[in-house]
C-alpha cells in the first residue's frame, strides 16, 4: 500500500519560509520522479517543483529562486524548502510520485501553507 504523508505546513508572513517533508512508503522511492503540486481556492493544481531519480530538478517559474526540492532516497524522503514566501504561494501543496516502472500517478493528502501580507 503506497503512502505519501506531508508535513511542514502552516501560517507564515509574506518573507518567511516554510520546510515542507513528504514521507513515502509502499513504492521504489529511488526509482521515482518524487513531485509538488500546490492548488489555491478557484484554481488549477500546479507543478511547484520535481526530482527526477537522476537528481535533476525543475521548478515553476514563480518559484524559481525561492523553492529548493531535494530527495533523501535513503529517508524516503522528499523536501521542499520554501524562502520568501509571498501571499500568492498559498495553497494546498501536494506531494507526488511518479513510478515510471507502473505508470501511473501517487498523491498525498495535502497540507496547507498560508502566507500571510
Known amino acids: 500500500q503506497v503512502q505519501l504523508v506531508e508535513s511542514g505546513g502552516g501560517l507564515v508572513q509574506a518573507g518567511g519560509s516554510l520546510r515542507l517533508s513528504c514521507a513515502a512508503s509502499?513504492?521504489?522511492?529511488?526509482?521515482?520522479?518524487m513531485g509538488w503540486y500546490r492548488q489555491a481556492p478557484g484554481k488549477q493544481r500546479e507543478l511547484v517543483a520535481r526530482a527526477s531519480s537522476d537528481g535533476s530538478t525543475n521548478y515553476a517559474d514563480a518559484v524559481k529562486g525561492r523553492f529548493t526540492i531535494s530527495r533523501d532516497n535513503a529517508k524516503n524522503t522528499v523536501y521542499l524548502q520554501m524562502n520568501s514566501l509571498k501571499p500568492e504561494d498559498t495553497a494546498v501543496y501536494y506531494c507526488?510520485?511518479?513510478?515510471?516502472?507502473?505508470?501511473?500517478?501517487?498523491w498525498g493528502q495535502g497540507t496547507q501553507v498560508t502566507v500571510s501580507s
Open positions: 509502499g513504492l521504489t522511492f529511488s526509482l521515482n520522479v
Open positions: 507526488n510520485s511518479y513510478s515510471p516502472l507502473r505508470g501511473r500517478d501517487y
